[in-house]
Every structure is written in structure tokens, then in C-alpha cells.
């Protein structure tokens, strides 16, 4: 009983290129959440699924584009990454409020 | 907007004391607030939850107050051990799906 992985661990990109980050979780719960966690702002969410079959935007979701694949995976997806989406990603899966989140993804853009 | 943030940044105690980390709110119509612990390196885990109709809650070793008539939260760590040291995050809910979360305090514990 893994929880949540997220994949991959770390990651260097060049300004423009694409790239998408994996999460599954095995704990059967409908919501599922990405998150960016920046030095000095806490965490941001970007997008969320409440179910499978849909996605809504968060707070900055400005470059990103989702995927709920299915219940147990939910993508993100950066198009052309910018420096400013240098960050940790976290993915999350949830029910009534409690959290469960991933290791973290770190990303860097260069 | 929402504003969930924290008194203090960094937060130092000595081993066996207790620790009081802070946390304002600015929603009045938040109903829910969570506090997290996040290790180097981790994601945040859940420590302790609080409902806005009540305004205490114990765990083990943890108790969580909530002061709605000043927008304020806070975490007590009773006999603080050095793991504890972490970054604590409190975080509010003012719609189904979402969390804001604080900017997070850093405990250190000095053994």
C-alpha cells in the first residue's frame, strides 16, 4: 500500500520544453490534487479532480494542464515550461478534508 | 482573498518542553482547519483537524485550539522531541475542494 507516488523524483528542463508529471494513488478516493510549494508561500494549488472525469482549476493554474486518467491517476502536464515554474509539485488524494500527499516532485526550469 | 499565515517563522525549543505554533485566518466562512507537519525532503502529513463548531481538539501529544472570534489557530506540542523538528503548516477550507494553507513555521527542537 504505496499511498500516493509521484513520479519522477527531480527533474532539469530547458525554458520551452514539455513535460508531464505522473501521480497515482491506491487508496480509492475520488479527489485528487497537484499542488506547487515555493520558498515563502506555503501550498499553491494548481489544479484538482473531484471525481474521475473531472477536473477544476486552483489558484494558479497558468501553464498547466491536467489529465484524470483514471480514479487512481491524475497528471499534470507543462506545455513549455518557464523558469517561473521552477518549484516541488506535490500531488495529493483526499475525502472530508484530510490530505494525503506524495514525496514531492522538484523541478527546475532553466 | 484568503489569508492564512503564521505568527512566527522559525521556532526554537529545548527537548521536553512544550511547543505553541501559531496561525490567523481571515475567513470568517472557513469550517475546517488542518494542521500538517512537513519533514525535509516529504509531503505534508496530516497531524490534526478542527471543525469551526468546535474550539478544541486533543491528539496524541497534540492539541489544536481555534479562536473564531479572532481568527485564530493554534498548535500545542505537549514534551517536544527532536521529531518533531519540522515545518508546520495550518490550512483552511472555505469550499469543498480546496485548502489554503499558511506559509508555514520551521520547529526545531534543541536536544
Known amino acids: 500500500n504505496a499511498g500516493v507516488t509521484q513520479t519522477p523524483k527531480f527533474q532539469v528542463l530547458k525554458t520551452g520544453q514539455s513535460m508531464t508529471l505522473q501521480c497515482a494513488q491506491d487508496?480509492?478516493?475520488?479527489?485528487m490534487y497537484w499542488y506547487r510549494q515555493d520558498p515563502g508561500m506555503g501550498l499553491r494549488l494548481i489544479y484538482y479532480?473531484?471525481?474521475?472525469?473531472?477536473?477544476d482549476k486552483g489558484e494558479v493554474p497558468n501553464g498547466y494542464n491536467v489529465s484524470r486518467l483514471n480514479k487512481r491517476e491524475f497528471s499534470l502536464r507543462l506545455e513549455s515550461a518557464a523558469p517561473s515554474q521552477t518549484s516541488v509539485y506535490f500531488c495529493?488524494?483526499?475525502?472530508?478534508?484530510?490530505?494525503?500527499f506524495g514525496e514531492g516532485s522538484r523541478l527546475t526550469v532553466l | 482573498g484568503e489569508s492564512v499565515g503564521l505568527h512566527l517563522p522559525t521556532l526554537s525549543v529545548q527537548e521536553g518542553d512544550n511547543s505553541i505554533i501559531n496561525c490567523a485566518y481571515s475567513n470568517s466562512a472557513s469550517d475546517y482547519f488542518i494542521w500538517y507537519k512537513q519533514e525535509s525532503g516529504k509531503g505534508p502529513q496530516f497531524i490534526i483537524d478542527i471543525r469551526s463548531n468546535m474550539d478544541k481538539r486533543q491528539g496524541q501529544r497534540v492539541t489544536v485550539l481555534l479562536n473564531k472570534t479572532v481568527k485564530h489557530l493554534s498548535l500545542q506540542i505537549a514534551a517536544t522531541q527532536p521529531g518533531d523538528s519540522a515545518v508546520y503548516f495550518c490550512?483552511?477550507?472555505?469550499?469543498?475542494?480546496?485548502?489554503?494553507f499558511g506559509t508555514g513555521t520551521r520547529l526545531t527542537v534543541i536536544p
Open positions: 479532480s473531484a471525481s474521475e472525469g473531472t477536473t
Open positions: 495529493a488524494t483526499g475525502q472530508n478534508g484530510e490530505l494525503f
Open positions: 490550512a483552511e477550507r472555505a469550499g469543498a475542494n480546496n485548502l489554503f
Open positions: 487508496m480509492n478516493h475520488n479527489s
